[in-house]
C-alpha cells in the first residue's frame, strides 16, 4: 500500500508530558494496522530529536510535524506543569489546528485537552480532562463534563490519564467495530480491578487534594497567562 494511501493516526509529542498518556491510547490504536492495514500509527514532534517525560524515561519520535500535515486521526496527550507551558508554544498549537483541519477525529488524553482548547478547537464544545484542571478548561472556553470520556463531533477528549485506554478502545470501535476493538481489548488483558476503594469524586475531597497536583489558579495563570485565554 503506498505511503499516501494510509490513514496516519498521529500521536503528538512534547516535553515533559506524562508517558501512559501516550502509551496507553497508542499500543491500543497501534493493533489496528493488523486488523485494517490502511492505518498506520505514528507519534510526533517537532524534531526527531528525543524528548524527556514527567518520569524517567525519555521517547522519541517517529515522524516529524512536517512529516505528517493531514493525519487521519490526531491524539494529545497531557501532563502536569509542563502542558501547561505547551499550551501556549506557538509551534505546536499552530500543528495541532492545522492537523485538525483534515482529521476525521481529534482526540486528547488527559490536559492535553488544555492544548485542544488553547488551539480554539474545543470552544463550546463538551469536553472533559484531568479532574485537578477542569477550571482551565472552562476558562480556555470549553463546557467541562465529568466523565471517563466525552464525544462532540469529531472530538473526543479522555479523563485523567489512564482514561486514555478508554478512549482509545472507544476510537477503536469507531474505526473497526465492536468485535475488532474487542479483540484487541483481549489482546491488550484490559479488564480492570484496581486494588483499593472507588475513587473518591466528592468535590469537597478533590478540591482538598488538588494542591497535590497544580498551584492555585492564580499562580497558575501567572505564569501562563495564555491560560486565560
Request: net charge negative.
Amino acid at each position: 500500500m503506498a505511503q499516501d494511501d494510509k490513514k496516519q493516526i498521529a500521536f503528538v509529542l512534547y516535553p515533559g508530558l506524562t508517558p501512559l498518556d501516550l502509551i496507553g491510547p497508542l499500543q491500543v490504536l497501534a493493533p489496528l494496522s493488523r486488523i485494517d492495514p490502511s492505518f498506520e500509527a505514528v507519534v510526533v514532534a517537532r524534531t526527531k530529536d528525543p524528548l524527556p517525560t514527567d518520569s524517567v524515561i525519555g521517547l522519541v519520535p517517529s515522524h516529524t510535524f512536517d512529516e505528517v500535515p493531514a493525519p487521519f486521526a490526531i491524539i494529545v496527550p497531557g501532563g502536569g506543569q509542563p502542558t501547561l507551558a505547551a499550551a501556549g508554544d506557538k509551534v505546536l498549537l499552530d500543528y495541532v489546528a492545522s492537523a485538525d483541519a483534515t482529521t476525521e477525529m481529534t482526540m486528547s488524553v488527559c490536559t492535553g485537552a488544555l492544548i485542544l482548547a488553547a488551539a480554539g478547537l474545543l470552544d463550546g464544545r463538551h469536553a472533559t480532562t484531568h479532574w485537578a484542571y477542569v477550571d482551565i478548561l472552562e476558562l480556555l472556553g470549553a463546557n467541562p463534563m465529568k466523565a471517563r470520556w466525552v464525544e462532540d463531533g469529531k472530538y473526543l477528549t479522555a479523563a485523567g490519564v489512564s482514561a486514555g485506554i478508554d478512549g482509545g478502545l472507544h476510537l477503536a470501535q469507531r474505526l473497526v467495530g465492536d468485535d475488532a476493538a474487542g479483540l484487541i481489548k483481549l489482546g491488550l488483558e484490559y479488564d480492570p480491578d484496581p486494588p483499593l476503594a472507588p475513587i473518591n469524586w466528592d468535590p469537597a475531597f478533590t478540591d482538598a487534594v488538588r494542591p497535590l497536583w497544580r498551584a492555585p489558579l492564580r499562580e497558575v495563570l501567572e505564569l501562563h497567562p495564555h491560560l486565560a485565554r
